[in-house]
């Protein structure tokens, strides 16, 4: 059973920082996608960033380019999300997914998703 965890998120003043982690468990990814993705209240779930798990190449969401950072350990099978110079319109809820295609082209193409973990920033 293949099960992504995520935790790190919170409540943060603008300019401040967090970091995401998503434990991954039940296969192996060495041939995924893993990415996330982010929901605002109202809005659709929107891609934030991925990387190729093999390659460990990213592709960032313009909205993030330059403040957020994504990166894996093997070792651990945990994926994360370093966010920096937050913003109030980053608030939503976060959330880990996995794929065989990169998730850079959408929803459609996680095959797994964790639960999601909140993330507030207040202005």
């Known amino acids: 059973q293949v099960q992504l965890v995520e935790s790190g998120g919170g409540l943060v003043q603008a300019g401040g920082s967090l970091r995401l982690s998503c434990a991954a468990s039940?296969?192996?990814?060495?041939?995924?996608?893993m990415g996330w993705f982010r929901q605002a209240p109202g809005k659709e779930r929107d891609f934030v960033a991925d990387?190729?798990?093999?390659?460990?190449?990213?592709y960032y969401a313009d909205s993030v380019k330059g403040r957020f950072t994504i990166s894996r350990d093997s070792a651990k099978n945990s994926v994360y999300l370093q966010m920096n110079s937050l913003k109030p319109e980053d608030t939503a809820v976060y959330y880990c997914?996995?794929?065989?295609?990169?998730?850079?082209?959408?929803?459609?193409?996680?095959?797994?998703w964790g639960h999601g973990t909140q993330v507030t920033v207040s202005s």
């Open positions: 990387i190729s798990w093999s390659r460990g190449t990213t």
């Open positions: 039940g296969r192996t990814f060495s041939s995924y996608f």
């Open positions: 997914a996995a794929g065989a295609g990169a998730l850079r082209y959408g929803r459609s193409y996680a095959d797994y």
